[in-house]
């Protein structure tokens, strides 16, 4: 047997100060990363797609009716984006069956953000003329959903949304 050659020294009182001190900073490190990650997830999240399921299911059926109605019509739409310094041009041109352009629709258009509806930037499209919208919108670079309902006497006769990359 071989004997230590550095003193030993005695081990150390666990006091009730000692204690307390362990558990005041354990529990204050908790509550410290707490209030952080909560203040993060605060203000991060920007909504739910859906503010009710169960809304969104009852008018489930109303909404294939009216996708029905949409595809009876045989209009064709098409959109032209063009980036410029200014924003993005967006051009919206629609036409019935016979490839003639109709007028008398009320536009309603977004950028729509995917993950966060605080950032969706709405364009305002004026008829410069018969079947043509356009207008201009300052959304920055990255994907959006591009919105576009047509509106006519109150109704939506349209609507469509599409991802494009700005």
């Known amino acids: 047997m071989s004997a230590s ?20 900073t354990f529990f204050g490190i908790i509550f410290a990363m707490n209030v952080v990650l909560i203040r993060v997830a605060i203000s991060s999240f ?6 009710s399921s169960y809304k969104a299911g009852l008018n489930f059926m109303s909404d294939v009716t009216a996708a ?3 595809d009876a019509r045989h209009w064709g739409v098409d959109v032209t984006l063009q980036r410029n310094a200014d924003g993005t ?11 003639r352009p109709i007028s008398g629709l009320t536009p309603v258009a977004r ?12 364009l305002e499209l004026n008829e410069t003329e018969a ?3 356009q ?14 309902e047509l509106m ?9 949304k599409s991802r494009v990359t700005l």
């Open 5 to 24: 050659l550095a003193p030993s020294r005695p081990p150390r009182q666990l006091t009730g100060r000692m204690v307390l001190a362990c558990l005041v």
């Open 68 to 70: 029905h109605a949409q």
């Open 46 to 51: 920007g909504g739910v797609e859906t503010e």
């Open 135 to 148: 207008g201009l919108a300052a959304a920055p670079k990255g994907q959006w959903d591009l919105v576009i």
């Open 131 to 133: 079947g043509r919208f």
């Open 111 to 122: 950028f729509s953000y995917p993950t966060d509806r605080r950032r969706d930037v709405t």
């Open 89 to 99: 041009q967006v051009i919206v041109t629609v036409k019935d069956a016979e490839a």
């Open 152 to 160: 006519r006497d109150g109704d939506t006769a349209f609507r469509s």
